[in-house]
T-cell receptor
Framework: SAVISQKPSRDICQRGTSLTIQCQVD?????MFWYRQQPGQSLTLIAT?????????ESGFVIDKFPISRPNLTFSTLTVSNMSPEDSSIYLC??????????????FGPGTRLTVL | AQSVSQHNHHVILSEAASLELGCNYS??????LFWYVQYPGQHLQLLLK??????LVKGIKGFEAEFIKSKFSFNLRKPSVQWSDTAEYFC????????????FGRGTSLIVHP
């Protein structure tokens, strides 16, 4: 199965700073996504990272706070801007359309655990 | 909009006990259904999926799930759990006519005591 990696795996940041999370897929994929997973809660979709165009954000998430890049079919970044303690969470990258997968089946990265002080 | 409910948030079992985790969804159309598992320290991975055909689907590690359309349910079962099944389990649904982006349930934390 495909390998999806994320960097960093964890970070502790100060309030007001920004962190960029990288996601790398070992094969070309059509769809890449960014999720947030807070303790005891479900995965919440932040946005769909579109290659060659602006990301599509879900309700409650905006580009100024979570800018996303998708320069090619194997890579994406998510930036958490002007962080506050409420942004402390696990951020997950996922991809759909990988070889061996079916429509709607997502493959996930290991996640980035972010703590904001 | 579709939604997914997992009624059991925390389940604690002894080894060899039987497991059933509930999952209900709300969507009137055709759906695809998934169970994902996240073992401690590992990333989310697909456990099993239903797209069409036999409503009883079998996944990895002896897990199975039954799609009951009339009940909007897709419960996960295993007849005899092992300590290694300790993990977080997420139910997810996509609508066949939609964007194929899944909606996830809140997750169920399963702890199996040896």
């Amino acid at each position: 199965s495909a390998v999806i990696s994320q960097k960093p795996s964890r970070d502790i940041c100060q309030r007001g700073t920004s962190l960029t999370i990288q996601c790398q897929v070992d094969s070309q994929v059509t769809m890449m996504f960014w999720y947030r997973q807070q303790p005891g809660q479900s995965l919440t979709l932040i946005a769909t990272a579109n290659q060659g165009s602006e990301a599509t954000y879900e309700s409650g998430f905006v580009i100024d706070k979570f800018p996303i890049s998708r320069p090619n079919l194997t890579f994406s970044t998510l930036t958490v801007s002007n962080m506050s303690p409420e942004d402390s969470s696990i951020y997950l990258c996922s991809a759909e359309g990988l070889a061996g997968g079916q429509v709607g089946e997502q493959f996930f990265g290991p996640g980035t655990r972010l703590t904001v002080l | 909009a579709q939604s997914v409910s997992q009624h059991n948030h925390h389940v604690i079992l002894s080894e060899a006990a039987s497991l059933e985790l509930g999952c209900n969804y709300s969507y009137g159309g055709t759906v695809n259904l998934f169970w994902y598992v996240q073992y401690p320290g590992q990333h989310l991975q697909l456990l099993l999926k239903y797209f069409s055909g036999d409503p009883l689907v079998k996944g990895i590690k002896g897990f199975e799930a039954e799609f009951i359309k009339s009940k909007f349910s897709f419960n996960l079962r295993k007849p005899s759990v092992q300590w290694s099944d300790t993990a977080e389990y997420f139910c997810a649904v996509t609508s066949s006519g939609g964007s194929y982006i899944p909606t996830f349930g809140r997750g169920t934390s399963l702890i199996v005591h040896p």
